[in-house]
C-alpha cells in the first residue's frame, strides 16, 4: 500500500510540475537592411599555431539551411566567419576589436568575411572594422553582439544566443611513447576509470585509456582517428591498483591484466586500436605479457611489456598524472 501511494504523490508531481521549453538557439545579421537568420555557431580551434602563447579560432555562425560539422562547412545559407584568439580553449567573455594584427581578444581583418552563399551565387563581404561582444549566459551558454563594418563603411550588425561547438584541431601534449611493433606513438594525458565490481563479484575492476596526441573526436564524442591503448586491470583495492607487476590472465584475478575479450557484444580487458574516419582500421586484442603499475600520490608510473594476438610487442612506459573519471 504504501508503495502505491508514493508512485501517485510522485505522478502528481511530475503531471502538476510546469514543463520549461529549453532556451533556443539564433539570432540574425542585418545587412544593407537585409535581415539573415543564424542558427548555430561553431569554433575550429587550431592551438598556438602561431608560436606566440594563443589559441587560434575561427568562429562559424550560419543560418539554419547550412550544414556545419567537424568536416567542414557545405549547402547554401548566411556565414559570418571570424578569425580570433584565445589564451583559452574556449572563448572568454569581454570586447573583441577588429585589428589587422595578432592579440588575445582581436578579429583579424584578413580572415574575417560574411558570406552569402545561394544556389547561383557567392557572395563574400570583408569585415574592415569594427568589434563583437561576448557576455556568458547560463541558459544559452553565449551571447554575440557584433557590430562590424565593411571596407565601404556599411554596417554590419546583429546578435547571436546560444551554444558555441567546439571542434579541436590541434595535438595535446605529449607525455609518453608505446610502441607496436616499432610503430611508435606518442601518448598525451591518460584517463583512468574505476568500474567498481564490475565483471566479478569479489574484484574491483579498472580501466586506463592511453590516446594519442594526435587524436580527434567526432562531434558526438567518437575517435575519428588516432591511436588507443585500453589496459583492464583487476584488484581486490577499491580505491586503486596496488603498485605491483599485473600479468594477462583469461581470468578474473586479483592483481593482473584481464587481456582483451568480448562480453555481451562489448569489448574488454587489455587491447589497442588505431583509428581513421572513425573507423578502427587495426586492433588486436592483448593476450600475454605484463605491466609495472606504480601510484605515487597523482603520479602513475607503468611500465609495458606486452605481447598481441597478432605477436606484436607493445612497450614503452608512461611517468605522469592523469585524468580521474567518475562513472
Known amino acids: 500500500m504504501k508503495k502505491i501511494v508514493f508512485l501517485v504523490l510522485i505522478m502528481c508531481v511530475f503531471a502538476c510540475k510546469k514543463v520549461e521549453k529549453p532556451a533556443q538557439s539564433g539570432g540574425k545579421i542585418i545587412y544593407k537592411a537585409e535581415n539573415y537568420g543564424l542558427k ?17 579560432m575561427q568562429l ?21 566567419a571570424l578569425a580570433t584568439f584565445s589564451l583559452s580553449d574556449t572563448l572568454a567573455e569581454g570586447i573583441y576589436n577588429v585589428e589587422n594584427f595578432t592579440s588575445e581578444k582581436n578579429i583579424l581583418q584578413d580572415s574575417s568575411y560574411l558570406k552569402i552563399v545561394t544556389k547561383e551565387d ?14 556568458n549566459d547560463l541558459a544559452l551558454n553565449k551571447n554575440f553582439e557584433f557590430h562590424f563594418v565593411d571596407a565601404k563603411g556599411d554596417s554590419i550588425t546583429g546578435n547571436f544566443a546560444g551554444a558555441v561547438k567546439y571542434n579541436l ?4 601534449p605529449t607525455v609518453a611513447q608505446i610502441s607496436v611493433d616499432n610503430v611508435y606513438y606518442q601518448i598525451q594525458k591518460g584517463d583512468f576509470v574505476h568500474w567498481g565490481k564490475m565483471l566479478n563479484n569479489s574484484l574491483f575492476y579498472y580501466e586506463i585509456y592511453l590516446y ?8 558526438t564524442g567518437k575517435i575519428k582517428s588516432g591511436f588507443v591503448l585500453i589496459l583492464g586491470i583487476h ?17 578474473y584475478e ?12 562489448g569489448r574488454w580487458g587489455t587491447y589497442w586500436n588505431v583509428y581513421k574516419n572513425a573507423s578502427s582500421t587495426a586492433n588486436s586484442n592483448i593476450i600475454s605479457g605484463d605491466i609495472s603499475f ?10 609495458f611489456n606486452l605481447k598481441d594476438q597478432n605477436n606484436n610487442m607493445i612497450t614503452g612506459e608512461y611517468n605522469n598524472e592523469m585524468n580521474i573519471l567518475d562513472i
Do not use: W
Open 40 to 56: 548555430n555557431a561553431r569554433c575550429s580551434n587550431f592551438g598556438d599555431e602561431n608560436f606566440v602563447g594563443l589559441n587560434t
Open 254 to 265: 586479483n592483481n593482473t591484466l584481464l587481456c582483451g575479450t568480448k562480453i555481451s557484444n
Open 60 to 80: 562559424f555562425f550560419a543560418s539554419s539551411s547550412v550544414n556545419m560539422s567537424e568536416d567542414g562547412i557545405s549547402g547554401t545559407g548566411t556565414i559570418l
Open 122 to 135: 557567392t557572395i563574400t563581404i570583408a569585415i574592415s572594422g569594427g568589434y563583437m561582444v561576448v557576455k
Open 294 to 303: 606504480e601510484k605515487t600520490e597523482n603520479n602513475f608510473k607503468i611500465i
Open 212 to 219: 594519442s596526441s594526435d587524436l580527434r573526436r567526432t562531434d
Open 235 to 251: 584488484s581486490v583495492s577499491d580505491t586503486y591498483p596496488l603498485n605491483g607487476t599485473y600479468q594477462v590472465s583469461k581470468h
Open 169 to 172: 584541431l590541434y595535438d595535446q
